[in-house]
């Protein structure tokens, strides 16, 4: 799951068992509780990231 909005796309995968990609552009801290597998700060970031997977 990617998601820019770590209290609902994260926390959404997190609980649906999924790999997490916080993507925080804005540098946002990361709310307490959520823990995402990966965080990104940009969409050219993001696809480095997965072309490593």
Same mark, same amino acid.
């Given at each position: 799951?990617?998601?820019?909005?770590?209290?609902?796309?994260? $926390?959404?995968?997190?609980?649906?068992?999924?790999?997490?990609?916080?993507?925080?552009?804005?540098? $946002?801290?990361?709310?307490?509780?959520?823990?995402?597998?990966?965080?990104?700060?940009? @969409?050219?970031? @993001?696809? @480095?990231? @997965?072309?490593?997977?």
């Amino acid at each position: 799951m990617v998601g820019d909005t770590a209290e609902s796309d994260i $926390r959404g995968g997190m609980n649906a068992g999924w790999a997490t990609c916080w993507l925080n552009a804005h540098q $946002r801290p990361l709310p307490e509780g959520i823990k995402p597998d990966w965080t990104v700060t940009s @969409l050219p970031e @993001l696809e @480095l990231l @997965l072309c490593k997977q």
